[in-house]
């Protein structure tokens, strides 16, 4: 049953669960929750609240797991935040945390209803260590830019200088071979243009050859279109001549615009090389680069200040909303320590002392405190850290003291007391089974134990037995009627065949 309400608490699925190999296993729970305000709980995960809510958790055989709550797909993460509001398991590695300072501080938050401080003050420290890391985080960027400021203005302000445009290394190197081979290129465009308009040029022999063409055009449709052909060959190779003379115009041999060409391409060359790339164009992106980190250095303290203001007055909060924390905190030592104290002689120690002490660290997301609980058992020693004083029996009923206050502060369905007596006999079960019994008042409480003197104090019993009788063994849990309760109960008393006064003994606890 606990394995199966761990599952419900979102505890890891083991495929050794399952009972067929080939078919999922299904656990599931109904909680009656009306009495307990967790409206806001169920609309802060976005699940569908109903006042009886339905758990389901389903393993299939290759070990996959799905969470469901009222019939709605959840993640594990949210099947733990819902179920551990809906229901508490106590087992005996629990008690072994009874010695745990984030235990004990709980304990100290649960009986001061400290639940809304705390909210507000983990609101308050994430804001401020979100804040804090972004601060640092600048910082140590701003600090690493501060060290390159200088080398970073240098290589800027020698880009911006060099007044890049993109494309201009292939212009410039165009403008180089034309430089270099100016009286060739001239010759050449002139030999053109005199093949083109001389007296037996291209151009004389195309009116020959329109003259002719215009004598005949009219005998035949094909030699008006050759005519119109050679006409636009003559208009084509007007405009030809005219693009050429203009080229060889601009063509001048220049020295000093050579020299010019050459340090430019000098210039362009070296920036690439230094900074390793192969044209302007990224030449050009590493400016934007180093314009965006120089921006970032100039407006870098005014960033810092504004984010340590920030940052102080989300530390003043934190700082404010931890010290009411620590003060409500504070206020519940002596209280709590009586009632637990008191508790305790209830069950047997009559000369426990229990104190409560408190030890501040520097902020954290429980606080600004370290809570320790002393405890002694007995009369004349002081008391000392839970961890190395208490024994087996007095760590059992410590924690079931515990447990006790805990539950008057919170609105718990269902509690789960797994052999929380252990160690514990005669009059001092009977306490606790009082307790139990007033406990049960205000939650469900499921106590699995083997002391007769606490199994009477339940309204209900429910007899766990295997079963042999097929292929393989069937463990069952069955709820008892009236007589077969004091039956059990008289069985846990003398053995498996009770004694008549075994039967009286289990009837008088009954009734208690």
Same mark, same amino acid.
């Given at each position: ?401 515990? $447990?006790? !206050?805990?539950?008057? #502060?919170?609105?718990?369905? =269902?509690?789960?007391?797994? /052999? %929380?007596?252990?160690?514990? *006999? @005669? ?44 292929? $393989?063994? !069937?463990?069952?849990? #069955?709820?008892?009627?009236? =007589?077969?309760?004091?039956? /059990? %109960?008289?069985?846990?008393? *003398? @053995? ?17």
């Amino acid at each position: 049953m606990l394995g199966a309400l761990g599952l419900l608490l979102g505890n890891r699925a083991d495929t050794k669960v399952l009972w067929e190999d080939e078919e999922k296993c299904i656990t599931e729970a109904e909680f009656e929750i009306s009495a307990y305000k967790l409206k806001s709980v169920f609309e802060a995960n976005d699940v569908d609240y109903d006042d009886r809510t339905l758990i389901r958790r389903e393993i299939t055989a290759s070990g996959k797991s799905r969470a469901f709550i009222n019939d709605t797909p959840v993640t594990l993460e949210t099947l733990r935040r819902i179920s551990s509001r809906l229901m508490d398991i106590h087992s005996q590695h629990e008690t072994l945390e009874l010695g745990n300072s984030g235990f004990q501080l709980e304990l100290v938050d649960s009986f001061a209803a400290n639940e809304k401080m705390q909210a507000e003050y983990v609101g308050a420290w994430t804001q401020f260590k979100a804040l804090k890391e972004k601060f640092d985080r600048l910082a140590a960027e701003g600090k690493a830019l501060a060290e390159e400021s200088d080398f970073i203005r240098f290589q800027l302000d020698e880009l911006v200088k060099a007044d890049l445009t993109d494309g201009e290394l292939e212009r410039l190197e165009s403008d180089l071979r034309i430089q270099e081979n100016a009286e060739d290129i001239k010759t050449r465009f002139n030999t053109i243009m005199a093949a083109l308009e001389g007296e037996q040029s291209a151009a004389s022999i195309l009116a020959q050859a329109k003259i002719q063409l215009q004598a005949i055009a009219s005998v035949s449709h094909s030699y008006q279109q050759l005519l119109e052909r050679l006409t636009g060959l003559k208009v084509e190779l007007g405009d030809l001549v005219k693009e050429i003379e203009h080229e060889e115009s601009k063509v001048e041999f220049d020295p000093g615009n050579l020299e010019k060409v050459n340090e430019r391409l000098d210039l362009l060359n070296r920036l690439q090389q230094k900074h390793r790339v192969k044209s302007v164009s990224e030449l050009i992106s590493i400016q934007k680069d180093l314009e965006e980190k120089a921006g970032k250095i100039t407006n870098l303290d005014s960033q810092l200040a504004d984010l340590e203001k920030q940052l102080g007055t989300a530390g003043k909060t934190m700082l404010s909303k931890a010290e009411a924390l620590s003060k409500s905190r504070s206020k519940v030592f002596t209280p709590l320590s009586k009632q637990i104290a008191q508790l305790l002689k209830e069950l047997g120690m009559p000369e426990a002392q229990v104190q409560i002490s408190s030890q501040e660290i520097p902020p954290g997301p429980t606080g600004k405190d370290k809570v320790e609980v002393f405890f002694s058992a007995n009369k004349g020693i002081s008391p000392r850290p839970l961890a190395s004083v208490a024994s087996g029996g007095e760590f059992s009923r410590l924690m079931f003291a515990v $447990k006790y !206050v805990m539950a008057e #502060r919170t609105a718990m369905p =269902t509690l789960v007391l797994d /052999e %929380i007596d252990t160690g514990v *006999s @005669g009059e001092i079960a009977i306490g606790v089974g009082k307790l139990m019994k007033e406990m049960s008042g205000r939650h469900q409480l499921i106590s699995i134990t083997h002391l007769p003197q606490i199994a009477a104090k339940g309204d209900a019993h429910y007899f766990v037995f295997k079963d042999n009788s097929s292929h $393989k063994t !069937v463990t069952t849990v #069955r709820k008892l009627e009236k =007589t077969e309760r004091v039956e /059990e %109960i008289a069985k846990m008393i *003398s @053995g498996a065949k009770p004694t008549a006064s075994a039967i009286e003994n289990a009837k008088e606890l009954i009734s208690r």
